[in-house]
């Protein structure tokens, strides 16, 4: 298992840093220092910013399984249209 430390902006979709750490341990710790600093490589992040870890098999499939944190907001939003239209026409 692989475990990836992801700082995103979710108002333009900004994937602000995907850091790959061997354990579970390192990532959390990672975490926590930049929840606790607010900063990124010199950056100031904003309170709606989300500092995450999550883990996978591989960056793949992390891209795969949680797919919105590697796409800009207006990909977000004209996936979320295609779902809906989906949804729609299977009622």
Same mark, same amino acid.
């Given at each position: 298992?692989?475990?990836?430390?992801?700082?995103?902006?979710?108002?333009?979709?900004?994937?602000?840093?995907?850091?790959?750490?061997?354990? !579970?341990?390192?990532? &959390?710790?990672?975490?926590? #220092?930049?929840?606790?600093?607010? *900063?990124?490589?010199? /950056?100031?992040l904003g309170n709606e910013v989300e500092v995450v870890v999550r883990w996978a098999e591989? !960056?793949?499939?992390? &891209?795969?399984?949680?797919? #919105?944190?590697?796409?800009?907001? *207006?990909?977000?939003? /004209?996936?979320?249209?295609?779902?809906?239209?989906?949804?729609?026409?299977?009622?």
């Amino acid at each position: 298992m692989r475990y990836f430390l992801l700082v995103f902006d979710p108002a333009p979709g900004d994937l602000i840093a995907q850091v790959e750490f061997p354990d !579970a341990a390192s990532a &959390r710790k990672a975490r926590v #220092r930049v929840e606790r600093e607010r *900063a990124w490589d010199g /950056r100031s992040l904003g309170n709606e910013v989300e500092v995450v870890v999550r883990w996978a098999e591989s !960056a793949e499939a992390l &891209r795969r399984t949680h797919g #919105r944190y590697f796409m800009t907001a *207006a990909e977000m939003a /004209r996936e979320a249209a295609l779902t809906v239209k989906r949804l729609i026409r299977s009622w």
